[in-house]
Nanobody, 122 residues
C-alpha cells in the first residue's frame, strides 16, 4: 500500500484546512488509518485515527474538538479536517496504515506515506 498525504501549506491562526491521505496499491484490503505529526526538534506525535469502515475515530487530547477524521473508501482517501489552528499545530503531518494494534503507537503501523507540511502563522 502506498500512501500520499497532501493539502498542507502556510495558513493563518484559526484557519481550517483539510488534509488528504490517498491510498494506492493493495487497496482491496482496507486498513485503519492514523495521522501523526512531527514538529522540528520534537518526537512524532499521534493526532488521530479512523477504523477501516469509518465507524470509530480516536483523537489526541491536543486536537480533540478541533480536528475531524473521515474517509471515503470509494476514493481510497482519508481526510483530516483541521480547524481553529494554533501556531503549535505547525508540523509535518503524515498518514499511516495498520491492520491492528495501538492506534497511538507509530511502531504498530504497517505503511507510511510522505508527509505534508502545515505551518500556522500568527
Amino acid at each position: 500500500v502506498q500512501l500520499q498525504a497532501s493539502g498542507g501549506g502556510l495558513v493563518q491562526v484559526g484557519a481550517s484546512p483539510r488534509l488528504s491521505c490517498a491510498a494506492s496499491g493493495r487497496t482491496g484490503i482496507i486498513y485503519n488509518i492514523g495521522w501523526f505529526r512531527q514538529a522540528p526538534g520534537k518526537e512524532r506525535e499521534f493526532v488521530g485515527a479512523i477504523t477501516w469502515n469509518g465507524a470509530r475515530t480516536y483523537y489526541a487530547d491536543t486536537v480533540k474538538g478541533r480536528f475531524t477524521i473521515s474517509r471515503d473508501n470509494a476514493k481510497n482517501t482519508v481526510y483530516l479536517q483541521m480547524s481553529s489552528l494554533k501556531p503549535e499545530d505547525t508540523a509535518v503531518y503524515s498518514c499511516g496504515a495498520f491492520m491492528g494494534g495501538r492506534w497511538y503507537d507509530s511502531s504498530d503501523y504497517d505503511y507510511w506515506g510522505q508527509g505534508t507540511q502545515v505551518t500556522v502563522s500568527s
